[in-house]
T-cell receptor, first 112, second 114 residues
């Protein structure tokens, strides 16, 4: 039972354009959501987060949007750069559970 | 500052052999510790987590076990490896319930069971 889903295994975007990565979840108890970026043979690194009391959080080129009614979040990267090419994981957590549930990841390729 | 160390970086082990992966955290006390596995097409699967010495929670039934003999040490073990244990193993820590800051991950161990 996959509680966090990333239905697009891969995405290719031209440099300078917007990248949109999507994530869906099923557990209405989730109230913290994170995005991680992962390069091959390395551990994931934290990118951006959002809590359920907000619907948008922005950090430089990265913006995360949360639609609680649809149980959907998305990560926007604009403008996309070749260095953004990596696997992106979304993760969700419910308060008090001590753990994050991760999606299966989306491989982003930014073409120069 | 806090750092997390995980070793070895790569490991090739025969089927039926034992396994021990070690993870240590520096610069913090009483961290929450986690073992995840990334297998092909499966994303990051939580295997074990620990909120204190000797406290281990298992998320999925499997051929692996975890132990926390010291506050900042987390060990992943197996008595007899299976081919299906191959994957990329990640240790992580957090200083609370995660919240908006999630975990900090180690650099990972690539395990190939042959």
């Amino acid at each position: 039972d996959q509680q966090v889903k990333q239905n697009s295994p891969s995405l290719s975007v031209q440099e300078g354009r917007i990248s949109i990565l999507n994530c869906d979840y099923t557990n209405s108890m989730f109230d913290y959501f994170l995005w991680y970026k992962k390069y091959p043979a390395e551990g994931p690194t934290f990118l951006i987060s959002i809590s359920s009391i907000k619907d948008k959080n922005e950090d430089g080129r990265f913006t995360v949007f949360l639609n609680k009614s649809a149980k959907h979040l998305s990560l926007h990267i604009v403008p996309s750069q070749p260095g953004d090419s990596a696997v992106y994981f979304c993760a969700a957590s419910a308060s008090g559970t001590y753990k994050y549930i991760f999606g299966t990841g989306t491989r982003l390729k930014v073409l120069a | 500052s806090q750092t997390i160390h995980q070793w070895p970086a790569t490991l090739v082990q025969p089927v039926g052999s034992p396994l021990s992966l070690e993870c240590t955290v520096e610069g913090t006390s009483n961290p929450n510790l986690y073992w995840y596995r990334q297998a092909a097409g499966r994303g990051l699967q939580l295997l074990f987590y620990s909120v204190g010495i000797g406290q281990i929670s298992s998320e999925v039934p499997q051929n692996l076990s975890a132990s926390r003999p010291q506050d900042r040490q987390f060990i992943l073990s197996s008595k007899k490896l299976l081919l299906s244990d191959s994957g990329f193993y990640l240790c992580a820590w957090s200083d609370g319930q995660g919240g908006l800051y999630g975990y900090t991950f180690g650099s990972g161990t690539r395990l190939t069971v042959v």
